[in-house]
């Protein structure tokens, strides 16, 4: 295939993708930026970010991938750069599924009769759950799926009685707009997720085997505190504060989804939301 150029020559189309990531990040003024944003934010938040600040100058324009390939490309560039991205490899990794238990749980649900304002993350108040396991305690996380707000706590144990009192009190101070129901893995960690439904009365489902896209959130979530510490890093009781400020970072950087905000922002605005229809209710 060839594509022509304005006065009759033609040149093989098949190097144009990379002929013009080379030529967007030559550009001085828009690298300059790329390199502020990469200490501040992840490739895809670096790609939405100049519509927001530059909206009438096509020039400050990169798409993710592009930044992906440039920081990967160069040894330099990967020593420098990859530990600023949301996993902090140093290669690209191809995405694959987990593994799933072969412990029946209890009242399984599949992900199928998940209601479709979960599925399509239009309705508030639906949750993904999933332990980060390191070594010694686990910690348990909750994301909120229209807003990708991130909850997490240190579970003492692996114990399913463990893991479900913990996510209680979590749920517990949210008001019962903001907890309609969780989306878990197979693990049987949640083999006790029924005590959801009897408590705060939140729905509970599970996604399907070798389906971690199917949480595609929390998947992303358990890969920020992995980075502080790393999944082979012991995890003790005495590190909640530590944790805290992991997951207030996560939930103050701003996100492609939802609109550029944080995902504090979008809950506490579904927050105030909720507040609103409970006083139009009340009167």
Not at 83 to 107: D, E, Q, V, W, Y
Not at 173 to 181: F, M, T, V, W
Not at 219 to 230: C, L, Q, V
Request: glycine share 12%.
């Amino acid at each position: 295939m060839l594509h022509r150029r304005p006065r009759g020559g033609a040149r093989p189309a098949a190097g144009a993708p990379n002929r013009a990531s080379a030529t967007r990040l030559s550009c001085e003024r828009l690298w300059t930026r790329v390199a502020e944003w990469l200490r501040r934010g992840p490739p895809p938040i670096i790609g939405g970010r100049p519509r927001v600040l530059f909206p009438d100058d096509s020039a400050m324009r990169v798409c993710p991938e592009t930044v992906y390939r440039w920081i990967h490309a160069d040894r330099h560039r990967r020593e420098c750069w990859a530990r600023r991205l949301p996993r902090g490899h140093r290669r690209r990794r191809r995405r694959g599924g987990g593994r799933t238990s072969r412990f029946p749980i209890p009242g399984r649900a599949p992900i199928s009769e998940r209601p479709p304002e979960a599925g399509d993350r239009s309705g508030f108040g639906h949750w993904e759950a999933d332990g980060a396991i390191g070594a010694g305690c686990d910690p348990h996380t909750e994301v909120e799926r229209k807003t990708r707000f991130l909850m997490a706590g240190i579970v003492p144990g692996r114990t399913a009685g463990e893991s479900v009192g913990a996510r209680l009190a979590m749920f517990s101070p949210l008001p019962a707009g903001a907890r309609g129901g969780v989306t878990h893995d197979n693990g049987t960690g949640f083999a006790r997720h029924t005590r959801l439904r009897d408590g705060p009365g939140m729905d509970t489902c599970f996604a399907d085997p070798y389906s971690s896209r199917r949480r595609g959130s929390n998947e992303n979530g358990n890969g920020m505190i992995r980075r502080h510490p790393p999944k082979r890093c012991e995890i003790r009781m005495d590190m909640a504060g530590e944790l805290r400020e992991i997951v207030d970072e996560a939930d103050n950087r701003p996100m492609r989804v939802p609109d550029y905000r944080t995902p504090a922002e979008a809950f506490a605005d579904e927050l105030l939301e909720l507040q609103d229809q409970q006083g139009v209710l009340h009167l």
